[in-house]
């Protein structure tokens, strides 16, 4: 049994930075791509970030140039650098992950989230950490 675990969120000011962290435990798999989802009140969950097993990162609009995604000592480590963060940012954050490679998931093709993995293609999930941004 795989289980990705999150850390790092938090409540920070606008204009602050918090860093996230997520790490696949369990059953030893390697993961191929990983991503970042969030989701807010109301809203339904988005893609945020992605990284593949060579390290091709995809974002969506909204946080590109304030948000890095990046492994960890190992492939099934992943975090996510977000700074200048903004009250629009404040959402529960997902890791996600699966054994295939991002391009082998269905993938976004249209809107704000272009070439990011559609969370339906992955198969292991976290249970989410709160980032709160206070303007």
């Known amino acids: 049994q795989v289980r990705m675990i999150e850390s790092g969120g938090g409540s920070v000011q606008s204009g602050g930075s918090l860093t996230l962290s997520c790490a696949a435990s369990g059953d030893t798999i390697e993961m191929n791509c990983m991503a970042w989802f969030r989701q807010a009140p109301g809203k339904e969950r988005e893609g945020v970030a992605s990284i593949s097993e060579s390290g091709t990162t995809q974002y969506t609009n909204s946080v590109r140039g304030r948000f890095t995604v990046s492994h960890g000592s190992s492939k099934n480590t992943v975090y996510l650098q977000m700074n200048s963060l903004k009250p629009e940012d404040t959402a529960m954050y997902y890791c996600?992950?699966?054994?295939?490679?991002?391009?082998?998931?269905?993938?976004?093709?249209?809107?704000?989230?272009?070439?990011?993995?559609?969370?339906?293609?992955?198969?292991?999930w976290g249970q989410g950490t709160q980032v709160t941004v206070s303007s």
């Open positions: 996600a992950a699966d054994s295939l490679t991002c391009s082998s998931l269905p993938l976004d093709r249209s809107g704000q989230g272009y070439l990011l993995p559609r969370p339906e293609g992955l198969d292991y």
